[in-house]
Each structure stands twice: as C-alpha cells, then as structure tokens.
C-alpha cells in the first residue's frame, strides 16, 4: 500500500450527491481500495478523507474523494483528519513510503526520514493496515486484509518463479491479467523488482497510477507536489 494515484480534474464542479461519484471514481482509479490496494468487485465506497460529518463543506467536493473497502472504511470511521498529518495516495509518491516483506507484511520503509516515516506510520494506523495477527490491535474476524497481502505476495513469487522458467509474452499477459483481478500492485511491483518489462506492464494495466511518480525508466521518484 499504497499504489500512487491520479484522479485526473474532477468530471464536474460540484457533485448533487457524493455516491454519484462512485462511477467517476472507479473509471479513473478502477475498482481498488485506495488504501489497502484489493480489488473490490462490489461494496467498494466514495471516501471523504475527511469525514463528511466533521466537513460537511467538503462533501461533495473530488479533491476529497478516494475509493475505500468496508475495513478500511470502518478503521478510518470519522476520525478527524489533519491532512498533512499523513500520506496520501492521490497527493503522495506512497509507493515510497512502505516496503513489503516476505508473507505479505507491510511497514514504513526503512529509508524514511523521521518526520515522514511518522506519517506513514499514521497513514497505516489510521485504515488500520497495521492490524496483523498478533499485534497490539489484531484485525477483527471480518478484517482479512492482512491474509490477502499474504496471499497475494504467495501468488506474485509463484508467478516470478514460472515466469523464470517459461518466459513469453502470454505469461506476461497472463500474468498481468492476474493482477489487475486481484489487487495489490505494490505487492505485484515489488515482486517483479528486478523485470522493468514487468513493471511497466503493471503500471500500464493498473487504471490511474500516477505517471509522475516514476522516472523515465520506470524508478520512483519524489511526486511533484507530494510530501515524498
Ligand atoms: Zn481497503
């Protein structure tokens, strides 16, 4: 978590009702969490980064739009949000700002300075993305976020792992055709770190990533505008 989007101007001024935007939002960012990254096929909501009932004058209002997953809807609740207190995926290079590991795990990348590694660490707790087994807050018995990272982070190194051993274009594809079903691009882009064909691929198929995130050869750099 979490893949760098671009939202693009919004499709109109002022929306009459926020669920409106729900099909503006999934057109341009496809049918992802913006913050735990899976797929949701249905129950996938406009989110208020800050809470429609603490903001009401930014309730209607793209720029406060992202798309969030029943979990991470319910961990962020009606926290009051200071912006600038966190990461964010449309404003943000926050493919900077975590680093996966082995089984799936997610933390702050370790290069961070200070003040942004806080941040990050923020961002996590405030979606509860930090919720694994075993932790201080464990994830409730509906919250499987962390077993699809985990899942999917299995399911990206077997298709490394086949890819290495049976290199076409169709597996590629295919591969690609599997990510983009499931979810999870940090996951897929940190997996297929070392194929820049693979990568670019994945950026490619995976609706809204933000382009200027990346350099000309596909590295992360710092968002214009972003705090990272
Ligand atoms: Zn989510």
Same mark, same amino acid.
């Given at each position: 978590?979490?893949? *760098?989007?671009? #939202? &693009?101007?919004?499709?109109?001024?002022?929306? =009459?009702?926020?669920? @409106?935007?729900?099909?503006?939002?999934?057109? %341009?960012?496809? %049918?992802?969490c913006s913050y735990c990254e899976r797929y949701i096929a249905t129950n996938l909501a406009v989110e208020h980064?800050?809470? #429609?009932?603490?903001?009401?004058?930014?309730?209607l209002t793209w720029s406060n739009f992202l798309l969030a997953c029943v979990n991470c809807n319910s961990c962020k609740g009606h926290s009051p949000v200071t912006v600038a207190d966190y990461l964010?995926?449309?404003?943000?290079?926050?493919?900077?700002a975590f680093e996966y590991r082995t089984g799936g795990v997610v933390a702050p990348h370790p290069a961070l300075a200070a003040p942004v590694r806080a941040k990050a660490e923020a961002s996590a707790a405030l979606v509860g993305l930090d919720r694994v087994p &075993?932790?201080?807050?464990? *994830? $409730?018995?509906?919250?499987?976020?962390?077993? #699809?990272r985990f899942e999917t982070w299995r399911k990206a190194n077997d298709a490394l792992r086949r890819l290495s051993? !049976?290199?076409?274009?169709?597996? %590629?594809?295919?591969i690609v055709d599997t990510?983009? =079903? @499931? /979810?999870? +691009?940090?996951?897929?882009?940190?997996? +297929?770190?070392?194929?820049? !064909?693979?990568?670019?691929?994945?950026?490619?198929? +995976?609706? /809204? $990533?933000?382009? !200027?995130?990346?350099?000309?050869? &596909? !590295?992360?750099?710092?968002?214009?505008?972003?705090?990272?």
């Open positions: 978590m979490m893949r *760098p989007v671009d #939202k &693009g101007a919004a499709p109109v001024a002022m929306y =009459a009702n926020y669920a @409106t935007a729900l099909p503006d939002l999934e057109q %341009r960012l496809g %049918r992802y980064v800050q809470a #429609k009932s603490l903001v009401p004058a930014l309730a964010w995926p449309d404003c943000d290079n926050t493919l900077r &075993g932790a201080a807050t464990p *994830p $409730t018995q509906s919250d499987l976020r962390w077993l #699809k051993q !049976n290199d076409t274009v169709e597996l %590629r594809e295919q990510a983009i =079903a @499931t /979810g999870l +691009f940090s996951i897929w882009w940190t997996v +297929f770190a070392a194929d820049g !064909n693979m990568r670019a691929r994945l950026r490619a198929a +995976f609706v /809204g $990533t933000c382009s !200027n995130s990346f350099d000309a050869s &596909g !590295n992360l750099q710092a968002r214009p505008g972003g705090q990272l």
